[in-house]
């Protein structure tokens, strides 16, 4: 039995789970000193025991910001998260496992990594490519003093002093960027699952720097490739050498696993696949007669013809003939030849070449948008087919996928699509700054938000939520409407047919088909990122009730939905995931995943009677967490709810943990 009245200050330290460290921890404890730090030495020693041995030459890649960068990927987060009720209430919303989210995208990524570790099977991200012209300049609001920086990054006060004035210069170099992208990859690492994928889009600008850093995030050994997408016809005439009509697109995965990579194939790549047998679908491929420009002999030996200088040796070629999976037959001049059976494998591998004939370029993508809008409001988006062309390769129809540079909502779109057409549920994360539209820039797009959104103070998010909105409405009208009535059609023509086999089976299939179809998740529940109170001082070393850390008369019950939204998040809850609402004889607790939140003011001795026979009682109530917001009780109120909950578990055999959060 365990009861811990711990005081935890989660509510200004919400940093990435170190699960690296755990294992650590959990595997080689002996290698920790009672204060907790890690003994490198010891550590080489017990590997060195297993004949590992340490390498004193490396490769890597080393920038003027990268301790900046590192620091940023372990530094708290600044904000807490606040959900738009209001929104996500809406009836096409309140169901939805889709979410948008507005906010820096690093602040984002550092609240989600508790609830979505290891849960994201493929990210794409389309970040800014620092051409120069795209307006990328390295910007961070955290303030460190030499002193505070020297200390936690480990470096000496003279470069301490020189990455301090290179990020508070607002640059746009190749090592601003790094330490832009470096920190965001190193977290999106830790939400993708074993199995997963991220894309990435890029140019020349930073395609270079891009793959040495995704080689120490991801590991060398787990690039996939690079696609090259054919984006426009004829590229920039202007230029000075050479006219670019492509971008990058590079691939890493978690854990290689090329099998995965299978897609399906389409009615060109079959068309070939003509003759069937017990094993599947297969053609004659032949076997030319010559290699290297040497005629190959042919030769008849126990009834069955050979070659003698083959690719296969005697034996295999025994094999597959025996096998019936080759076979000698005359070709088109009389000659014998070998001629084997082409299998279908799993699926057809991706091609690294995404040509305009078969994919659609930056124009297609930047029609998609004017179709929804009947304006131009956003530049240069990609084009649905890519992503889902993507999304594709990288997840099956179930999974979650995460795009957190959303621009106009592409990926959200393409998902949405793809669900459409083939029944699947995949969801999606998209999170996109508030970034203010230049009215100089685009007009259009400033206009639109400001007049017909009606949005003081216009940002590409409210593109990003308004392409949305609009674009699950053309899916649910031109898509799913359409396939529905065809069904519907079906389930007539097969009742008014007397005689047909398995007839009921297939009208109930269609009727499962429609109900899918109409169970489509077109909505999206949208959460934003918010600071932290101002005056939330947490710096005393102990919790003093007697000290005024922080006047929490100021907090309204809002402000109690934003802390309850962020606390679950970092106890791992999705945020989609609604928690229940307890009565505690009048005051009004929160349950979900054996954890109870008690945020509110008023608890007393009828209220935690209540909660203890709740737990006595209810099977379907059994919280392992009690956690409270220590501003909002009396240290006495603390102290009883302790002691009570540490003799009830005693009495039952149970393990209990309340834990005083501020």
């Not at 995704?214 to 050479?242: H, I």
């Not at 592409?410 to 029944?423: E, F, R, Y």
Request: hydrophobic letters at 35%; glycine letters at 4%.
């Amino acid at each position: 039995m365990v009861v811990n009245m711990d005081k935890e200050k989660i509510t200004e330290n919400i940093t990435i789970p170190n699960k690296n460290l755990e294992i650590l921890k959990k595997h080689f404890s002996h290698c920790f000193d009672k204060n907790g730090n890690f003994d490198f030495e010891k550590f080489k020693k017990e590997l060195s025991k297993n004949e590992i041995n340490f390498s004193k030459e490396s490769y890597g890649m080393d920038w003027l910001g990268k301790s900046y960068a590192r620091l940023l990927a372990s530094d708290e987060a600044t904000t807490l998260l606040k959900e738009n009720e209001e929104f996500n209430q809406k009836e096409a919303n309140k169901n939805s496992q889709n979410l948008l989210i507005k906010g820096d995208n690093l602040e984002v990524l550092k609240h989600l990594s508790n609830a979505y570790y290891e849960e994201v099977k493929m990210i794409y991200i389309d970040p800014p490519y620092n051409t120069g012209g795209d307006g990328f300049v390295y910007q961070d609001d955290r303030k460190f003093t030499v002193s505070e920086f020297k200390k936690l990054a480990g470096v000496n006060e003279e470069k301490a002093k020189r990455v301090l004035d290179f990020v508070d210069s607002k640059s746009n170099s190749h090592s601003a960027w790094l330490t832009f992208m470096y920190p965001r990859l190193y977290i999106a690492k830790q939400l993708l699952k074993d199995d997963g994928v991220i894309f990435v889009s890029i140019d020349d600008n930073e395609v270079a720097q891009l793959r040495l850093l995704m080689d120490e995030v991801f590991g060398e050994e787990n690039f996939v490739g690079v696609f090259l997408w054919k984006k426009n016809k004829s590229g920039n005439q202007n230029a000075k050498y050479m006219s670019v009509q492509h971008d990058y697109i590079i691939a890493y995965v978690k854990i290689k696993d090329m099998e995965k990579w299978r897609l399906p194939y389409s009615k060109e790549d079959l068309k070939d696949y003509k003759e069937k047998d017990d094993k599947g679908l297969f053609y004659f491929k032949p076997v030319k007669h010559s290699t290297r420009g040497k005629d190959l002999n042919l030769y008849y030996n126990d009834n069955k013809y050979f070659i003698e200088k083959s690719v296969y040796n005697k034996e295999s070629l025994l094999k597959m003939l025996n096998d019936n999976e080759a076979v000698f037959r005359k070709n088109s001049k009389k000659q014998t030849q070998l001629y084997m059976k082409q299998r279908l494998k799993s699926g057809i591998l991706p091609y690294s070449f995404l040509e305009a004939s078969k994919f659609p370029m930056t124009e297609n993508g930047v029609e998609e948008v004017f179709t929804l809008f009947n304006k131009d409001v956003f530049n240069n988006p990609k084009p649905t087919k890519l992503i889902k062309y993507l999304i594709q390769i990288g997840s099956n129809p179930k999974e979650l996928i995460l795009d957190f540079f959303a621009g106009s909502g592409t990926t959200g779109d393409a998902v949405m699509q793809l669900n459409a057409k083939d029944g699947g549920k995949r969801k999606y994360i998209l999170v996109q700054l508030p970034e203010v539209i230049d009215k100089k820039k685009n007009r259009t797009a400033y206009d639109f938000v400001k007049d017909e959104l009606g949005v003081e103070n216009p940002t590409i998010f409210e593109i990003t939520k308004e392409r949305l909105i609009r674009a699950s409405k053309k899916i649910e009208k031109e898509i799913l409407k359409t396939k529905i009535t065809k069904k519907e059609k079906e389930i007539k023509d097969l009742e008014v047919q007397l005689i047909i086999d398995n007839k009921d089976e297939k009208i109930k299939q269609l009727k499962t088909e429609i109900k899918a179809l109409k169970n489509q998740d077109l909505g999206f529940k949208i959460f934003e990122t918010t600071p932290i109170w101002e005056d939330y001082n947490l710096e005393a070393e102990e919790f003093d009730p007697h000290i005024k850390l922080f006047d929490e008369t100021k907090l309204k019950d809002d402000d109690l939905k934003i802390l309850l939204t962020t606390w679950k998040t970092y106890d791992g809850i999705v945020l989609t995931q609604d928690l229940n609402e307890i009565d505690l004889d009048g005051y009004k607790g929160y349950y979900f995943e054996k954890k109870i939140y008690l945020l509110n003011k008023g608890f007393v001795t009828k209220n935690l009677k209540k909660l203890l026979e709740e737990i006595d009682k209810n099977k379907d109530f059994t919280p392992a967490i009690i956690i409270a917001f220590g501003y909002n009780f009396e240290s006495k109120v603390l102290r009883e709810i302790a002691e009570n909950i540490k003799s009830y578990a005693n009495k039952k055999h149970i393990d209990i943990d309340f834990i005083t959060r501020y």
